[in-house]
């Protein structure tokens, strides 16, 4: 794990992949408890046995938004970032989903600082994701997500 206490050794790592989460692997009752919280009940989330016998993939599969909710979940197993008055999920700029995730799969987190730029005195940093699926070619998604931090200066 890196650990990161300023705009200058953030900057540091910019066009370098910043390392690779652990394996989470997705449940159907975390499927289920998201489907509670987002009010999504679709049966290829939800409905094991119409999945099983009905769906393309012959089982339920994760919310594609489940899984990129999990994003900030697993960018902090690949850096510690400390010194901070405040960090905000700011944004995604692109994202593809390539390959559903099969209930009972697991992914995890790869991620790249693609840029980085100090706005008067606030980090804004653009993360190259990708969202892997373990056993698979295709992850589940792609894309660039953007944070800020607000570090404390002395």
């Known amino acids: ?29 975390q499927i289920n408890k998201f489907a509670d919280a987002t009010l999504d009940y679709q049966w ?12 393309p993939f012959g089982s339920t599969i994760a919310h594609g938004y489940l899984t990129l909710s999990l994003i900030p979940y697993l960018w902090k197993e690949i850096v510690d970032i400390q010194n901070l008055k405040m960090e905000i999920n700011y944004g995604i700029e692109s994202l593809r989903f390539a390959q559903p995730v099969i209930v009972n799969s697991k992914i995890r987190l790869k991620a790249k600082l693609a ?23 295709k992850p589940a998604f792609t894309g660039e997500v953007v944070f800020l931090y607000h570090f404390i200066t002395a």
Do not use: C, P, Y
Not at 1 to 27: D, P, Y
Not at 44 to 55: L, M, P, S
Not at 128 to 137: R, T, Y
């Open 115 to 137: 840029s980085i730029v100090n706005l008067r005195g606030v980090t804004k940093v653009h993360m190259g994701i990708e969202m892997e699926i373990e056993g698979q070619k």
């Open 1 to 29: 794990m890196q650990i990161i206490t300023s705009h200058a050794e953030f900057e540091q790592h910019l066009g370098k992949e910043l390392g690779v989460s652990s394996w989470h692997t997705i449940t159907q009752e």
């Open 44 to 55: 290829i989330h939800t409905d094991e046995e119409k999945a099983k016998n009905e769906g």
